[in-house]
């Protein structure tokens, strides 16, 4: 679809088919991936070199600004249309559990086949504290047994699961607040705590970012609040909002200038730095998202939601090919390297989608796509048809 340079309004209907969230989502997830190979097997791609400048080095913000933005609207739209909140918990469990556990025990089969790691290991606490973790929705834990595999974690990326779960359970409070106080009122109160939460996370980063508490810090919803609070702000008013694909063309120029340009691929940023790309990006996105190519709206539906499975195998796949010794041959000196990452992620994910969350997503109470009500519903909607 072509930028329009007058106000359009969202699409009404907001399937897979009609908008490019799913897209958005993949290439965020394939970013991370890229720069995760770049930068482990040390090895150039393309124009990108390991730590180069000139990368989408903020896959991850992107997902908690759309997660703030359709997670604040799937909440909402439970609770003003009188769902359970629980159907809510539902619906956000039924979207990472069957992933991450899923996980678990196929990680667990691959170390065991590949002999890095023996049955013993199984019955040891580290073991034990690794795998309740990970049940428990917080894989943060990286215990001593792994050191030897790869990069001696077997997937660090994992540190953002805690982040939205925390996010995740505060979303129906604060749509209980606005239905209170008002949206705006609650949204300004948000953006307070943002604020303190971005300097607190900065001057503890300043102090050094490898002591425990700006790691423990990082891995809370806090700390992050500020790209939820965008994606909240955009989900009320967007449809309000001028949407210009000239607009949006500026916004991503000038994330470019600030992002790429000005700070480069360094991990801390104060308040002012960071919203200073992430607010254009986040409106250069979401046009996208609305009023990009229909066809990548159709790529996603056929291939499947693939950027969860992306974000969680990559890691694994990463770390066998380590462990294999494949940065030290010949193939881990060539683009082979990054084609077998590629490959064997994709492969994994689609694997996880259409096997896992595919399945485990039509178990959903009800849908926050308006096209795609869950069976579950649409069962209950019979059923009251012909009772």
Not at 49 to 63: A, I, Q, S
Not at 72 to 86: D, F, M, N, Q, T
Not at 349 to 356: D, I, K, L, Y
Request: with cysteine; glycine share 8%; aromatic share 16%.
């Amino acid at each position: 679809m072509t930028a329009s340079a007058s106000t359009q309004q969202p699409r009404k209907t907001e399937s897979r088919r009609s908008n490019c969230f799913d897209f958005l989502r993949f290439l965020a997830a394939f970013a991370v991936v890229v720069q995760h190979g770049t930068y482990h097997f040390d090895l150039k791609l393309l124009w990108l070199e390991p730590n180069g400048r000139w990368w989408f080095y903020d896959g991850v913000p992107l997902f908690f600004i759309l997660s703030g933005m359709l997670v604040y609207r799937s909440a909402e739209k439970c609770i003003l249309g009188g769902h359970p909140v629980r159907d809510y918990f539902t619906n956000r469990f039924l979207r990472i559990a069957p992933a991450i556990y899923t996980y678990l025990v196929v990680t667990v089969i691959v170390l065991l086949a590949l002999g890095a790691m023996s049955w013993r290991s199984m019955f040891t606490l580290q073991f034990a504290g690794w795998s309740l973790a990970t049940i428990l929705l917080a894989p943060i834990y990286n215990p001593p047994m792994f050191r030897p595999i790869g990069l001696g974690a077997i997937n660090g990326s994992l540190w953002t699961i805690p982040v939205e779960i925390g996010f995740y359970a505060m979303v129906p409070i604060f749509v209980w607040a606005a239905r209170r106080s008002g949206f705006a009122r609650t949204m300004s109160t948000i953006w307070g705590f943002a604020l303190i939460s971005m300097t607190v996370l900065w001057w503890l980063g300043l102090q050094g970012m490898e002591r425990m508490p700006y790691k423990l810090f990082h891995v809370t919803f806090l700390a992050h609040l500020g790209y939820f609070a965008l994606g909240m702000c955009w989900s009320k008013l967007w449809a309000q909002t001028y949407q210009s694909g000239w607009l949006a063309a500026l916004c991503a120029a000038l994330y470019v200038l600030v992002r790429i340009v000005w700070l480069g691929p360094k991990e801390l940023s104060n308040p002012l730095e960071t919203l200073a790309w992430a607010i254009p990006l986040s409106y250069a996105a979401i046009w996208f998202a609305y009023h990009g190519p229909r066809l990548l709206g159709r790529w996603t539906e056929k291939v499947g939601d693939l950027s969860f499975g992306v974000y969680i195998w990559h890691g694994v796949v990463l770390n066998v090919m380590l462990y294999l010794g494949v940065k030290e041959s010949a193939i881990g000196r060539s683009w082979m390297a990054h084609a077998l990452l590629i490959v064997g992620t994709l492969a994994m994910a689609s694997a996880s989608w259409w096997f896992v969350e595919k399945r485990a997503l039509q178990l959903k109470p009800y849908s926050s796509r308006p096209d795609q009500a869950a069976p579950a519903i649409k069962l209950k909607e019979a059923e009251a048809v012909a009772g």
